[in-house]
């Protein structure tokens, strides 16, 4: 089945630096990854997803980027602010999706000093 | 729509008794998943759903745990006898397979076990 390795497990910067949290993972039929964002005390929610069909999405502050053939794939936080700390998962679907649910890594915990 | 609905948001029990907990998924989503999040451990896959029928229930730490689907609405997740190290945020989510991958997560459970 996949397997998703994040890195790095702790990320603190300071406001308006950018953030960088990279993600692997090993089954290369899979082709959904998206990224959660976990504020403390709440649950996980999406904040954007990439497909295997493009290289790069963009969302305001927030961009993802994919290499399928090194099998990894990045998120990019610019302009940072202190509410964007919070921790952060990336995901792929197990069996390359046939099966349905997500293989979570084990999340970023981003703090962004005023 | 109201979300995926969870209850209740905070259990404290006491080590060997049984707890029930529950989960409302979003209507027409056709997988759900229990989830288990601790410092420790992350994000854990407990088990999850698709069309009422358990698929993968790899995740389910042991014989204590058990969980229902008796219909498309309604799910739960029960502990017999629970114990300390059983505490932890337990959360609920559904999705829609055949339209995103995207997990909708419910606000979780919070239990405590004394």
């Known amino acids: 089945g996949e397997n998703v390795e994040q890195h790095p497990s702790t990320l603190s910067v300071q406001e308006g630096d950018s953030a960088v949290i990279k993600c692997t993972y090993s089954?290369?039929?899979?082709?959904?990854f998206p990224w959660y964002k976990q504020e403390l005390g709440k649950r996980p929610q999406l904040i954007i997803d990439i497909r295997s069909n493009v290289g790069e999405k963009k969302d305001q502050r927030i961009a993802v980027t994919l290499n399928k053939t090194a099998k990894h794939f990045s998120l990019h936080i610019t302009e940072t602010q202190p509410e964007d700390s919070a921790v952060y998962f990336c995901?792929?679907?197990?069996?390359?999706?046939?099966?349905?649910?997500?293989?979570f890594g084990k999340g970023t915990k981003l703090s962004v000093k005023p | 729509d109201a979300g995926v609905i969870q209850s209740p948001r905070h259990e404290v029990t006491e080590m060997g008794q049984e707890v029930t907990l529950r989960c409302k998924p979003i209507s027409g989503h056709d997988y759900l998943f229990w989830y288990r999040q601790t410092m420790m451990r992350g994000l854990e896959l407990l088990i999850y759903f698709n069309n009422n029928v358990p698929i993968d229930d790899s995740g389910m730490p042991e014989d204590r745990f058990s969980a229902k689907m008796p219909n498309a609405s309604f799910s739960t997740l029960k502990i017999q006898p629970s114990e300390p190290r059983d505490s932890a945020v337990y959360f609920c989510?559904?999705?829609?397979?055949?339209?995103?991958?995207?997990?909708?997560f419910g606000p979780g459970t919070r239990l405590t076990v004394t």
């Open positions: 995901a792929a679907p197990n069996y390359g999706g046939s099966q349905g649910n997500l293989i």
């Open positions: 989510a559904s999705s829609f397979r055949y339209l995103t991958y995207e997990q909708y």
């Open positions: 089954d290369s039929a899979s082709n959904y």
